[in-house]
């Protein structure tokens, strides 16, 4: 590495219009971090011990269709398919440190998705929980092709079977529109005593 650069950071120039820089220095570093994580495409979230949302970068929001200050404030169980589960993880993230895998949530219009979430407990230096980073990336357009790639494997199987057709397609659409179609488009109706059911009201 050029020593001018090591020692002193990079010269200002016409293609690097910067003034020296001093890369020692934490507030630097900081900015560094900070710049990283809020240009991420990489959905990134900090919540406190508790589960409450302190931070998210622009690609968390485009997950989930909020503005900052909406979104903000809120509890993590709130945007979550399951509750009880987000509760699970975190009762996993404060004893081990972290967890990573699946988990279902709901978009600001209701519709759903799918995401890959990766949770880590940070832990200051007294070894005291101080908030949670949260790593997302959206996997709902493979969970589809992945459903689909089931749905024509089961057609399949029951066209070998020599089933009637028209029954293979009827409950094969059916199929597709009841955990599909609605389920993701955000489409769903409330039953009289109240439950959120996604797919075609029975009235």
């Known amino acids: 590495m050029n020593d001018d ?33 809020d240009s991420s495409s990489t959905g990134i979230i ?21 503005n900052r200050k ?7 169980n709130k945007f979550a398919q399951s509750p009880n589960q987000v509760l699970d993880i975190f009762k996993i993230v404060h ?28 832990r200051n230096t007294k070894a005291e929980p101080i908030c949670i980073m949260c790593s997302f990336v959206d996997v709902t357009e493979k969970k589809h092709d992945e459903a689909v790639a089931v749905l024509f494997s089961e057609m399949t199987a029951r066209v070998i079977s020599e089933e009637p057709i028209d029954a293979i397609l009827t409950s094969a659409c059916e199929k597709l529109v009841n955990e599909y179609c609605f389920p ?8 009289p005593d109240g439950t959120v059911r996604f797919g075609a009201s029975a009235s």
Request: aromatic fraction near 14%; proline fraction near 3%; charged fraction near 20%.
């Open 5 to 37: 650069i090591q020692n002193r950071g990079p010269k200002q120039t016409k293609s690097f219009p910067y003034k020296s820089v001093d890369y020692n220095k934490i507030d630097h570093i900081l900015w560094l971090k900070n710049s990283a994580v």
């Open 95 to 122: 004893k081990e440190g972290s967890w990573f895998g699946e988990i279902g949530t709901i978009r600001k219009d209701g519709s759903l998705n799918t995401v890959h979430l990766q949770a880590s407990l940070i």
């Open 70 to 76: 909406s979104f903000l404030g809120n509890y993590a």
């Open 46 to 66: 900090f919540l406190s011990p508790n589960g409450k949302l302190t931070y998210s970068n622009d690609a968390a929001l485009k997950i989930w269709g909020w």
């Open 184 to 191: 993701y488009c955000g489409l769903r109706w409330k039953e």
